[in-house]
Nanobody, 123 residues
Framework: QVQLVESGGGLVQAGGSLRLSCAASGRTFISYAMGWFRQAPGKEREFVAAISAARETSNADSVKGRFTISRDNAKNTVYLQMNNLKPEDTAVYYC?????????????????WGQGTQVTVSS
């Protein structure tokens, strides 16, 4: 069982930045692939970014050049640095862990999910 707890969401003006964090339980975090997804009101959940156990990364086209995913294995934490935020980035952001395919991030399939953190970008 893996527990994931997101933090760092909030309200920010367009053009601003936020950094989301996701703390994971378990002693084998280093062997998980980790990902971020988001879900806006009335829309389906969509992939944002992922990082493999080998630190390879993948980003959705909509966030390339603006969002960066990283991980600190010593802290069992994955981050999502979000810059130049736009109103269309408004959503609940979810962290996910893939323990079955830690080196495959395209596509990313989450085995465990966090409860989500709200990001709201005002225009």
């Amino acid at each position: 069982q893996v527990q994931l707890v997101e933090s760092g969401g909030g309200l920010v003006q367009a053009g601003g930045s936020l950094r989301l964090s996701c703390a994971a339980s378990g002693r084998t975090f280093i062997s998980y692939a980790m990902g971020w997804f988001r879900q806006a009101p009335g829309k389906e959940r969509e992939f944002v970014a992922a990082i493999s156990a080998a630190r390879e990364t993948s980003n959705a086209d909509s966030v390339k050049g603006r969002f960066t995913i990283s991980r600190d294995n010593a802290k069992n934490t994955v981050y999502l640095q979000m810059n130049n935020l736009k109103p269309e980035d408004t959503a609940v952001y979810y962290c996910a862990a893939d323990i079955r395919a830690p080196y495959v991030i395209i596509p990313f399939r989450g085995d465990y999910w966090g409860q989500g953190t709200q990001v709201t970008v005002s225009s």
